[in-house]
Protein backbone atom coordinates (compact mmCIF):
# COMPACT_ATOMS: atom_id res chain seq x y z
CA UNK A 1 0.00 0.00 0.00
CA UNK A 2 1.50 3.25 -1.19
CA UNK A 3 1.54 5.95 1.71
CA UNK A 4 0.22 9.30 1.81
CA UNK A 5 3.35 11.81 2.10
CA UNK A 6 1.22 15.10 1.02
CA UNK A 7 0.57 16.17 5.02
CA UNK A 8 1.70 19.63 6.05
CA UNK A 9 4.30 19.82 8.72
CA UNK A 10 1.94 22.65 10.02
CA UNK A 11 -0.32 19.81 11.64
CA UNK A 12 2.71 19.35 14.01
CA UNK A 13 2.74 22.23 16.46
CA UNK A 14 6.02 23.45 17.38
CA UNK A 15 6.70 23.32 21.53
CA UNK A 16 4.04 20.76 22.18
CA UNK A 17 3.91 17.43 22.76
CA UNK A 18 1.83 15.42 20.49
CA UNK A 19 -0.09 12.77 21.92
CA UNK A 20 -0.58 9.63 20.92
CA UNK A 21 -4.34 8.34 20.31
CA UNK A 22 -5.18 5.21 19.56
CA UNK A 23 -5.72 4.12 15.48
CA UNK A 24 -4.39 7.66 14.96
CA UNK A 25 -2.89 7.34 11.08
CA UNK A 26 -0.49 10.33 11.94
CA UNK A 27 2.75 9.66 10.12
CA UNK A 28 5.82 11.96 11.12
CA UNK A 29 6.49 14.21 7.50
CA UNK A 30 8.40 16.51 9.31
CA UNK A 31 10.50 14.91 11.07
CA UNK A 32 14.15 16.22 9.46
CA UNK A 33 12.98 20.08 10.07
CA UNK A 34 11.88 18.76 13.61
CA UNK A 35 15.17 16.82 13.88
CA UNK A 36 16.73 20.22 12.78
CA UNK A 37 15.39 22.29 15.71
CA UNK A 38 16.20 19.83 18.25
CA UNK A 39 20.23 19.25 16.89
CA UNK A 40 20.55 23.16 17.82
CA UNK A 41 19.08 22.82 21.26
CA UNK A 42 20.19 19.18 22.53
CA UNK A 43 24.23 17.90 21.38
CA UNK A 44 25.21 14.92 22.07
CA UNK A 45 21.77 13.28 22.84
CA UNK A 46 20.34 14.87 19.37
CA UNK A 47 23.52 12.93 18.23
CA UNK A 48 22.57 9.53 19.40
CA UNK A 49 18.97 9.75 18.65
CA UNK A 50 20.23 10.16 15.15
CA UNK A 51 22.11 7.12 14.80
CA UNK A 52 18.75 5.61 16.30
CA UNK A 53 16.31 7.04 14.40
CA UNK A 54 17.78 7.38 10.98
CA UNK A 55 19.30 4.14 10.62
CA UNK A 56 18.36 2.68 7.18
CA UNK A 57 15.91 0.04 8.78
CA UNK A 58 14.34 1.93 11.56
CA UNK A 59 13.64 4.76 8.97
CA UNK A 60 12.15 2.77 6.66
CA UNK A 61 9.85 1.04 9.08
CA UNK A 62 8.21 4.98 10.45
CA UNK A 63 8.41 6.29 7.17
CA UNK A 64 7.41 3.10 4.70
CA UNK A 65 6.47 0.46 7.19
CA UNK A 66 7.34 -1.85 4.15
CA UNK A 67 9.33 -4.88 6.04
CA UNK A 68 6.47 -5.10 8.81
CA UNK A 69 3.12 -4.25 7.29
CA UNK A 70 1.33 -0.89 7.14
CA UNK A 71 -1.50 -1.93 9.55
CA UNK A 72 0.44 -0.94 12.62
CA UNK A 73 3.38 1.45 11.37
CA UNK A 74 0.04 4.77 11.92
CA UNK A 75 0.34 3.75 15.59
CA UNK A 76 4.04 3.30 16.18
CA UNK A 77 4.96 6.97 14.20
CA UNK A 78 3.37 9.00 16.98
CA UNK A 79 4.97 6.86 19.77
CA UNK A 80 8.58 7.95 17.96
CA UNK A 81 7.19 11.28 18.00
CA UNK A 82 6.54 11.83 21.54
CA UNK A 83 9.85 10.06 21.98
CA UNK A 84 11.85 12.31 20.01
CA UNK A 85 9.74 15.46 22.20
CA UNK A 86 10.88 13.94 25.46
CA UNK A 87 14.84 13.70 23.99
CA UNK A 88 13.99 17.32 23.47
CA UNK A 89 12.62 18.56 26.27
CA UNK A 90 15.76 16.90 28.33
CA UNK A 91 17.61 18.56 26.75
CA UNK A 92 16.29 22.27 28.05
CA UNK A 93 16.18 21.24 31.46
CA UNK A 94 18.23 23.96 33.91
CA UNK A 95 18.85 21.60 36.37
CA UNK A 96 19.12 17.97 37.11
CA UNK A 97 21.07 17.86 33.84
CA UNK A 98 22.69 14.24 33.56
CA UNK A 99 19.47 12.90 34.99
CA UNK A 100 17.98 14.02 32.43
CA UNK A 101 20.12 13.33 29.77
CA UNK A 102 19.91 9.41 30.76
CA UNK A 103 15.80 9.78 30.69
CA UNK A 104 16.61 11.00 26.95
CA UNK A 105 19.16 8.07 26.17
CA UNK A 106 16.59 5.81 27.70
CA UNK A 107 13.91 6.85 25.42
CA UNK A 108 16.61 6.37 22.60
CA UNK A 109 17.09 2.81 23.76
CA UNK A 110 13.57 2.29 23.98
CA UNK A 111 13.18 3.37 20.66
CA UNK A 112 15.52 1.18 19.22
CA UNK A 113 14.76 -1.97 21.09
CA UNK A 114 11.09 -1.69 20.53
CA UNK A 115 12.17 -1.67 16.48
CA UNK A 116 13.96 -4.35 17.35
CA UNK A 117 12.08 -6.07 18.84
CA UNK A 118 9.02 -5.75 16.10
CA UNK A 119 8.07 -9.11 14.53
CA UNK A 120 4.68 -9.72 12.78
CA UNK A 121 2.57 -11.24 15.09
CA UNK A 122 -0.83 -11.15 16.59
CA UNK A 123 0.37 -10.08 19.87
CA UNK A 124 2.48 -6.98 18.21
CA UNK A 125 -0.28 -4.63 18.38
CA UNK A 126 -1.54 -4.81 21.66
CA UNK A 127 2.62 -4.69 22.60
CA UNK A 128 2.66 -1.38 20.59
CA UNK A 129 -0.08 -0.11 22.71
CA UNK A 130 1.40 -0.29 26.20
CA UNK A 131 4.64 1.44 24.62
CA UNK A 132 1.95 4.19 23.56
CA UNK A 133 0.54 4.63 27.18
CA UNK A 134 4.23 3.97 28.82
CA UNK A 135 5.44 6.90 26.37
CA UNK A 136 2.71 9.13 26.62
CA UNK A 137 2.90 8.76 30.71
CA UNK A 138 6.56 9.59 30.54
CA UNK A 139 5.68 12.84 27.97
CA UNK A 140 3.65 13.67 30.30
CA UNK A 141 5.90 14.28 33.39
CA UNK A 142 8.44 15.35 31.38
CA UNK A 143 6.43 18.46 29.97
CA UNK A 144 5.74 19.23 33.75
CA UNK A 145 9.43 19.16 35.13
CA UNK A 146 10.76 20.86 31.86
CA UNK A 147 7.92 23.97 32.54
CA UNK A 148 9.26 24.36 36.00
CA UNK A 149 11.05 27.73 36.92
CA UNK A 150 15.07 28.08 37.14
CA UNK A 151 14.76 29.06 41.24
CA UNK A 152 12.03 26.27 41.75
CA UNK A 153 14.10 23.64 39.86
CA UNK A 154 17.00 24.33 41.87
CA UNK A 155 15.24 23.89 45.01
CA UNK A 156 12.95 21.01 43.96
CA UNK A 157 16.69 19.53 42.91
CA UNK A 158 15.67 16.43 44.59
CA UNK A 159 12.30 15.62 44.21
CA UNK A 160 12.79 16.43 40.33
CA UNK A 161 15.39 13.40 40.28
CA UNK A 162 13.17 11.07 42.05
CA UNK A 163 10.37 11.93 39.24
CA UNK A 164 12.46 11.53 36.15
CA UNK A 165 13.68 8.30 38.40
CA UNK A 166 9.72 7.31 37.86
CA UNK A 167 10.01 7.95 34.34
CA UNK A 168 12.98 6.01 33.60
CA UNK A 169 11.78 2.93 35.55
CA UNK A 170 8.27 2.75 33.89
CA UNK A 171 10.13 2.79 30.81
CA UNK A 172 12.20 -0.26 32.25
CA UNK A 173 9.18 -1.89 32.84
CA UNK A 174 7.37 -1.86 29.38
CA UNK A 175 10.35 -3.38 27.58
CA UNK A 176 10.77 -5.74 30.43
CA UNK A 177 7.15 -7.02 29.43
CA UNK A 178 8.29 -6.70 25.73
CA UNK A 179 11.25 -8.88 26.78
CA UNK A 180 13.93 -6.90 24.75
CA UNK A 181 15.73 -5.35 28.27
CA UNK A 182 16.95 -8.18 30.81
CA UNK A 183 16.35 -7.27 34.45
CA UNK A 184 20.82 -6.92 34.39
CA UNK A 185 20.26 -4.12 31.96
CA UNK A 186 17.72 -2.53 34.52
CA UNK A 187 19.90 -2.56 37.15
CA UNK A 188 22.74 -1.38 35.38
CA UNK A 189 20.19 1.51 34.35
CA UNK A 190 19.56 2.16 37.88
CA UNK A 191 22.97 2.24 39.19
CA UNK A 192 24.04 4.60 36.36
CA UNK A 193 21.05 7.00 37.39
CA UNK A 194 22.24 6.95 41.11
CA UNK A 195 26.29 8.16 39.74
CA UNK A 196 24.11 10.84 37.25
CA UNK A 197 22.01 11.99 40.32
CA UNK A 198 24.84 12.15 42.69
CA UNK A 199 26.87 14.36 40.18
CA UNK A 200 24.22 16.36 39.13
CA UNK A 201 23.85 17.54 42.49
CA UNK A 202 28.26 18.13 43.33
CA UNK A 203 27.66 20.19 40.19
CA UNK A 204 24.98 22.63 41.81
CA UNK A 205 26.94 22.64 44.84
CA UNK A 206 30.35 23.70 43.00
CA UNK A 207 27.95 26.42 41.28
CA UNK A 208 26.86 27.56 44.45
CA UNK A 209 30.11 27.72 46.66
CA UNK A 210 32.23 28.82 43.61
CA UNK A 211 32.19 32.81 45.01
CA UNK A 212 31.49 34.64 42.55
CA UNK A 213 29.14 32.87 40.83
CA UNK A 214 27.60 32.07 44.11
CA UNK A 215 27.43 35.45 44.85
CA UNK A 216 25.89 36.74 41.28
CA UNK A 217 23.04 33.78 41.91
CA UNK A 218 21.92 34.67 45.59
CA UNK A 219 21.63 39.01 44.33
CA UNK A 220 19.22 37.35 41.94
CA UNK A 221 17.35 35.51 44.46
CA UNK A 222 16.98 38.59 46.56
CA UNK A 223 16.16 40.95 43.58
CA UNK A 224 14.02 38.85 41.43
CA UNK A 225 12.90 35.82 43.37
CA UNK A 226 12.53 37.54 47.19
CA UNK A 227 9.44 34.77 47.77
CA UNK A 228 12.16 31.63 47.09
CA UNK A 229 14.68 33.18 48.83
CA UNK A 230 14.17 31.40 52.67
CA UNK A 231 13.82 28.34 51.35
CA UNK A 232 16.90 28.65 49.23
CA UNK A 233 18.78 29.64 52.32
CA UNK A 234 17.32 26.48 53.82
CA UNK A 235 18.72 24.58 50.95
CA UNK A 236 22.45 25.80 51.07
CA UNK A 237 22.55 25.76 55.18
CA UNK A 238 21.78 21.95 54.89
CA UNK A 239 24.33 21.62 52.04
CA UNK A 240 26.68 23.03 54.93
CA UNK A 241 26.68 19.96 56.18
CA UNK A 242 27.57 17.59 53.78
CA UNK A 243 31.02 19.80 53.02
CA UNK A 244 32.32 20.01 56.14
CA UNK A 245 35.26 17.99 55.09
CA UNK A 246 35.53 19.88 52.10
CA UNK A 247 37.13 23.19 53.22
CA UNK A 248 37.67 24.74 50.45
CA UNK A 249 33.98 24.83 48.90
CA UNK A 250 32.43 24.68 52.91
CA UNK A 251 34.00 28.14 53.23
CA UNK A 252 32.41 29.34 49.76
CA UNK A 253 29.33 28.14 50.23
CA UNK A 254 29.47 29.67 53.97
CA UNK A 255 30.79 32.96 52.26
CA UNK A 256 27.94 33.58 50.03
CA UNK A 257 25.44 32.56 52.40
CA UNK A 258 26.92 34.78 54.81
CA UNK A 259 26.77 37.76 52.23
CA UNK A 260 22.89 37.00 51.84
CA UNK A 261 22.10 37.25 55.05
CA UNK A 262 24.17 40.33 55.73
CA UNK A 263 22.11 41.87 52.33
CA UNK A 264 18.79 41.25 53.64
CA UNK A 265 18.84 41.30 57.21
CA UNK A 266 17.68 37.62 57.38
CA UNK A 267 18.36 34.98 60.06
CA UNK A 268 19.40 31.49 59.04
CA UNK A 269 16.28 29.46 58.73
CA UNK A 270 17.38 26.53 61.27
CA UNK A 271 18.68 28.28 64.36
CA UNK A 272 20.23 24.68 65.44
CA UNK A 273 23.54 25.38 63.98
CA UNK A 274 24.84 21.65 63.66
CA UNK A 275 26.53 22.31 60.04
CA UNK A 276 29.67 23.91 60.48
CA UNK A 277 27.86 27.16 60.53
CA UNK A 278 30.21 28.36 63.95
CA UNK A 279 33.48 27.51 64.45
CA UNK A 280 34.10 27.45 68.39
CA UNK A 281 37.66 28.88 70.06
CA UNK A 282 38.95 27.69 73.00
CA UNK A 283 39.59 31.44 73.86
CA UNK A 284 37.61 32.19 76.52
CA UNK A 285 35.96 35.70 77.12
CA UNK A 286 36.52 37.25 80.93
CA UNK A 287 33.23 38.12 82.56
CA UNK A 288 31.34 37.75 85.96
CA UNK A 289 28.36 37.10 84.31
CA UNK A 290 26.92 34.17 86.18
CA UNK A 291 29.64 32.60 87.28
CA UNK A 292 29.79 28.91 87.58
CA UNK A 293 26.73 28.82 85.25
CA UNK A 294 27.76 29.66 82.15
CA UNK A 295 31.21 30.12 80.00
CA UNK A 296 31.78 32.39 77.04
CA UNK A 297 34.36 31.76 74.45
CA UNK A 298 34.24 33.23 71.19
CA UNK A 299 33.92 32.15 67.60
CA UNK A 300 33.71 32.23 64.10
CA UNK A 301 30.00 32.41 62.49
CA UNK A 302 29.77 31.50 58.70
CA UNK A 303 34.13 32.29 58.24
CA UNK A 304 33.45 36.06 58.64
CA UNK A 305 31.67 37.07 61.75
CA UNK A 306 33.23 37.58 65.50
CA UNK A 307 30.77 35.29 67.65
CA UNK A 308 30.36 34.96 71.71
CA UNK A 309 29.32 31.39 71.90
CA UNK A 310 27.52 30.99 75.31
CA UNK A 311 27.73 27.78 77.14
CA UNK A 312 24.93 26.92 79.66
CA UNK A 313 25.76 24.25 82.14
CA UNK A 314 23.42 21.47 82.99
CA UNK A 315 21.79 22.02 80.00
CA UNK A 316 23.07 18.79 77.88
CA UNK A 317 22.68 18.09 74.21
CA UNK A 318 21.88 14.67 74.95
CA UNK A 319 18.86 15.64 76.80
CA UNK A 320 16.13 16.01 73.90
CA UNK A 321 13.79 18.48 76.62
CA UNK A 322 16.91 20.80 76.20
CA UNK A 323 16.85 20.58 72.50
CA UNK A 324 12.99 21.41 72.27
CA UNK A 325 13.55 24.17 75.02
CA UNK A 326 16.34 25.90 72.79
CA UNK A 327 13.88 25.53 69.61
CA UNK A 328 11.13 26.85 71.62
CA UNK A 329 12.95 30.06 72.60
CA UNK A 330 14.46 29.69 68.69
CA UNK A 331 10.86 30.91 67.97
CA UNK A 332 11.06 33.74 70.10
CA UNK A 333 14.26 35.15 69.26
CA UNK A 334 12.77 35.16 65.62
CA UNK A 335 9.71 36.64 65.85
CA UNK A 336 11.35 39.61 67.72
CA UNK A 337 13.85 39.93 65.42
CA UNK A 338 12.08 39.68 61.96
CA UNK A 339 10.09 43.17 63.44
CA UNK A 340 13.43 44.92 65.44
CA UNK A 341 16.56 43.77 63.01
CA UNK A 342 18.97 44.92 65.74
CA UNK A 343 17.32 48.21 66.67
CA UNK A 344 16.76 47.39 70.53
CA UNK A 345 17.33 43.56 70.27
CA UNK A 346 20.91 41.45 70.35
CA UNK A 347 20.08 38.91 67.54
CA UNK A 348 20.20 35.07 68.62
CA UNK A 349 21.81 33.70 65.85
CA UNK A 350 21.41 30.03 66.55
CA UNK A 351 22.24 27.47 69.23
CA UNK A 352 25.24 24.90 68.92
CA UNK A 353 26.54 21.71 70.99
CA UNK A 354 29.32 22.50 72.19
CA UNK A 355 33.03 21.05 70.51
CA UNK A 356 34.11 17.69 71.80
CA UNK A 357 37.38 17.59 73.29
CA UNK A 358 37.51 14.07 74.47
CA UNK A 359 35.72 10.72 74.35
CA UNK A 360 33.62 11.27 77.84
CA UNK A 361 32.89 14.98 77.64
CA UNK A 362 29.82 15.82 78.66
CA UNK A 363 28.63 18.01 75.66
CA UNK A 364 26.26 21.12 76.34
CA UNK A 365 24.46 23.30 74.08
CA UNK A 366 25.82 27.03 73.32
CA UNK A 367 23.95 30.11 72.52
CA UNK A 368 25.73 32.10 69.79
CA UNK A 369 25.60 35.72 69.57
CA UNK A 370 27.57 38.64 68.07
CA UNK A 371 30.82 40.07 69.36
CA UNK A 372 30.05 43.30 70.74
CA UNK A 373 33.67 45.23 71.70
CA UNK A 374 32.57 47.45 73.93
CA UNK A 375 30.86 44.99 76.26
CA UNK A 376 27.70 45.11 78.59
CA UNK A 377 26.07 48.68 79.56
CA UNK A 378 27.57 47.77 82.75
CA UNK A 379 31.19 47.53 81.46
CA UNK A 380 30.55 50.20 79.18
CA UNK A 381 29.52 53.07 81.21
CA UNK A 382 32.67 52.05 84.33
CA UNK A 383 34.93 52.38 80.73
CA UNK A 384 33.74 55.77 79.27
CA UNK A 385 32.24 57.28 82.74
CA UNK A 386 31.77 60.91 80.44
CA UNK A 387 29.19 58.68 77.93
CA UNK A 388 25.84 59.80 78.02
CA UNK A 389 24.07 57.59 80.45
CA UNK A 390 20.36 58.42 79.83
CA UNK A 391 20.76 58.06 76.29
CA UNK A 392 21.58 54.63 77.57
CA UNK A 393 19.12 54.57 79.58
CA UNK A 394 16.53 55.73 77.20
CA UNK A 395 17.18 53.04 74.53
CA UNK A 396 17.00 50.16 77.44
CA UNK A 397 13.59 51.49 77.99
CA UNK A 398 12.54 52.00 74.38
CA UNK A 399 13.65 48.06 73.99
CA UNK A 400 11.62 47.02 77.01
CA UNK A 401 8.54 48.82 75.20
CA UNK A 402 9.09 46.70 71.95
CA UNK A 403 9.22 43.46 73.66
CA UNK A 404 6.39 44.06 75.66
CA UNK A 405 4.28 45.47 72.80
CA UNK A 406 5.05 42.08 71.05
CA UNK A 407 3.44 40.36 74.15
CA UNK A 408 7.65 39.23 75.75
CA UNK A 409 8.95 40.28 78.36
CA UNK A 410 12.33 40.26 79.13
CA UNK A 411 12.78 38.60 82.91
CA UNK A 412 16.31 39.58 83.46
CA UNK A 413 16.88 43.62 83.13
CA UNK A 414 20.25 44.69 84.67
CA UNK A 415 23.02 46.00 83.30
CA UNK A 416 24.83 42.59 82.08
CA UNK A 417 21.67 42.34 80.06
CA UNK A 418 22.36 44.64 77.79
CA UNK A 419 25.42 45.29 74.92
CA UNK A 420 26.48 48.15 73.34
CA UNK A 421 26.99 48.62 69.45
CA UNK A 422 30.30 49.67 68.23
CA UNK A 423 29.08 52.38 65.48
CA UNK A 424 27.24 54.86 67.36
CA UNK A 425 27.05 53.49 71.08
CA UNK A 426 23.63 52.31 71.54
CA UNK A 427 21.78 50.00 73.51
CA UNK A 428 20.97 46.58 72.73
CA UNK A 429 19.04 43.93 75.12
CA UNK A 430 20.08 40.34 75.60
CA UNK A 431 19.93 37.40 78.01
CA UNK A 432 16.25 37.26 77.98
CA UNK A 433 15.60 34.95 81.07
CA UNK A 434 11.79 34.01 79.93
CA UNK A 435 11.02 32.49 76.90
CA UNK A 436 7.26 31.81 76.81
CA UNK A 437 4.69 34.26 74.81
CA UNK A 438 2.59 36.08 77.12
CA UNK A 439 -0.57 35.88 75.65
CA UNK A 440 -2.49 37.50 77.97
CA UNK A 441 -1.21 41.06 79.07
CA UNK A 442 -2.36 40.23 82.98
CA UNK A 443 -1.16 36.69 83.06
CA UNK A 444 1.90 35.54 84.72
CA UNK A 445 4.45 33.10 83.86
CA UNK A 446 6.82 30.63 85.84
CA UNK A 447 9.84 31.76 85.13
CA UNK A 448 11.67 29.57 82.14
CA UNK A 449 15.08 29.32 83.77
CA UNK A 450 16.87 29.56 87.30
CA UNK A 451 18.08 33.00 87.20
CA UNK A 452 20.83 33.41 89.58
CA UNK A 453 22.99 36.38 90.47
CA UNK A 454 20.13 38.64 90.27
CA UNK A 455 18.24 38.97 92.79
CA UNK A 456 18.85 42.58 93.51
CA UNK A 457 16.91 43.55 90.65
CA UNK A 458 14.11 41.41 91.23
CA UNK A 459 10.35 42.41 92.31
CA UNK A 460 9.18 41.39 95.56
CA UNK A 461 6.57 39.34 93.43
CA UNK A 462 9.41 37.61 91.91
CA UNK A 463 11.27 36.93 95.07
CA UNK A 464 8.28 35.73 97.21
CA UNK A 465 6.21 33.49 94.08
CA UNK A 466 8.74 32.57 91.95
CA UNK A 467 6.84 34.56 89.26
CA UNK A 468 7.13 37.26 86.56
CA UNK A 469 5.17 39.40 84.79
CA UNK A 470 5.99 42.79 82.52
CA UNK A 471 5.37 45.03 85.51
CA UNK A 472 8.00 43.14 87.05
CA UNK A 473 10.50 44.27 84.28
CA UNK A 474 9.69 47.69 85.18
CA UNK A 475 10.69 47.01 89.07
CA UNK A 476 14.07 45.82 87.51
CA UNK A 477 14.29 48.85 84.93
CA UNK A 478 14.17 50.99 87.84
CA UNK A 479 17.04 49.20 89.88
CA UNK A 480 18.73 49.25 86.20
CA UNK A 481 18.83 53.06 86.22
CA UNK A 482 20.33 53.22 89.63
CA UNK A 483 23.14 50.79 88.79
CA UNK A 484 24.40 52.60 85.72
CA UNK A 485 24.00 55.78 87.13
CA UNK A 486 26.06 54.58 90.19
CA UNK A 487 28.70 52.44 88.36
CA UNK A 488 27.44 50.05 91.20
CA UNK A 489 24.91 47.52 91.70
CA UNK A 490 21.88 47.79 93.93
CA UNK A 491 22.19 47.91 97.63
CA UNK A 492 26.31 47.79 96.72
CA UNK A 493 26.43 50.26 100.22
CA UNK A 494 25.09 47.89 102.54
CA UNK A 495 26.77 45.78 105.05
CA UNK A 496 28.35 41.98 103.04
CA UNK A 497 26.62 43.30 100.18
CA UNK A 498 27.13 39.71 98.48
CA UNK A 499 24.80 37.93 101.06
CA UNK A 500 21.90 38.60 98.98
CA UNK A 501 19.26 36.42 101.24
CA UNK A 502 19.28 39.32 103.84
CA UNK A 503 18.87 42.06 100.66
CA UNK A 504 15.76 40.46 99.20
CA UNK A 505 14.30 39.89 102.45
CA UNK A 506 13.98 43.48 103.19
CA UNK A 507 13.06 44.17 99.69
CA UNK A 508 10.07 41.71 100.21
CA UNK A 509 9.29 43.83 102.86
CA UNK A 510 9.07 47.02 100.99
CA UNK A 511 12.27 48.66 101.80
CA UNK A 512 13.83 50.29 98.55
CA UNK A 513 17.77 51.77 98.41
CA UNK A 514 18.40 54.88 99.47
CA UNK A 515 19.19 57.18 97.14
CA UNK A 516 22.95 58.21 96.22
CA UNK A 517 24.20 61.18 97.51
CA UNK A 518 27.40 61.73 95.10
CA UNK A 519 27.34 64.69 92.92
CA UNK A 520 28.83 62.64 90.13
CA UNK A 521 25.54 60.76 89.94
CA UNK A 522 23.30 63.38 89.63
CA UNK A 523 25.72 64.82 86.96
CA UNK A 524 24.88 61.48 85.14
CA UNK A 525 21.31 62.53 85.30
CA UNK A 526 19.66 61.41 88.61
CA UNK A 527 17.45 64.62 89.06
CA UNK A 528 14.41 64.60 91.71
CA UNK A 529 11.93 64.14 88.64
CA UNK A 530 13.77 60.59 88.10
CA UNK A 531 14.42 59.53 91.59
CA UNK A 532 10.48 60.17 92.32
CA UNK A 533 9.60 58.29 89.02
CA UNK A 534 12.17 55.57 89.76
CA UNK A 535 10.13 54.79 93.66
CA UNK A 536 6.99 54.51 90.79
CA UNK A 537 8.71 51.85 89.35
CA UNK A 538 9.33 50.08 92.96
CA UNK A 539 5.81 49.90 94.17
CA UNK A 540 5.17 46.92 96.15
CA UNK A 541 1.60 46.39 93.76
CA UNK A 542 2.78 45.65 90.16
CA UNK A 543 -0.32 46.70 88.72
CA UNK A 544 -0.03 49.99 90.59
CA UNK A 545 3.97 50.30 88.29
CA UNK A 546 3.87 52.51 85.23
CA UNK A 547 4.10 50.48 82.17
CA UNK A 548 7.04 50.50 79.86
CA UNK A 549 5.33 52.98 77.51
CA UNK A 550 4.62 55.41 80.34
CA UNK A 551 8.75 54.99 80.95
CA UNK A 552 9.59 56.06 77.36
CA UNK A 553 7.17 59.00 77.58
CA UNK A 554 8.93 60.20 81.19
CA UNK A 555 12.36 60.01 80.49
CA UNK A 556 11.86 61.64 76.61
CA UNK A 557 9.87 64.40 79.15
CA UNK A 558 13.05 64.43 81.35
CA UNK A 559 15.11 64.87 77.72
CA UNK A 560 13.28 68.17 77.13
CA UNK A 561 14.02 69.49 80.62
Known amino acids: MAMDNSVSSSEVVPGEVQRVDEGSPTLIIAV????????????????????VFWQPRFASLVLAGADVGVSFVPM??????????????????????RAAQQLAEKCETFLAL??????????????????????????????????????????????????ISDCIAKLDNCLLKLQVQSMLDIKDTQRKF????????????????????????????????????????????????????????????????????????????????????????????????DPGVTDYHLGTYLGKDKVVVKKIRGALADNPEWKRRFDREAKMWRTLWEKD????????????????????????????YPYYPNGTAIEYVQKEPYTDHMRILRGIAKGLAFMHDMDFMHGD??????????????????EFGVSKIIEDAGKQVLLSRQMQYSEKWWAPEVLL?????????????????????????????????????TITARVAD????????????KTRGLSDALWNFLQECWKQEPLERPDMNRVVEFLEEEKQN
Not at 76 to 97: D, F, S, T, W, Y
Not at 133 to 153: K, M, P, T, Y
Not at 513 to 519: L, N, T, V, Y
Request: glycine share 6%.
Open 32 to 51: RDRFGRLAVRSKSAARRFRQ
Open 76 to 97: LAPVVEVAKKIVEMCEQMGANK
Open 114 to 163: LERAIRPSPELEYDILEARDAINWVAGRVEELQSIGRVDAFLEESAIADR
Open 194 to 289: ERNRAEDHQELVNHVSELKKGQENMQVLIREERSHFDRMLGWVQNTLGELLKDAPRHSGLAANLHGALKETGSLLPNLLLEHGEVQVSNTPIPTNR
Open 341 to 368: HGTYIVPVLGFVEEPRVHQHQEIHMCLV
Open 413 to 430: VRGASVMIKSDDGSPLLT
Open 465 to 501: LSQQSMRSDVFSFGMTVLELLTHEEPWYYVPNPRNTS
Open 510 to 521: GARPERPKEDIV
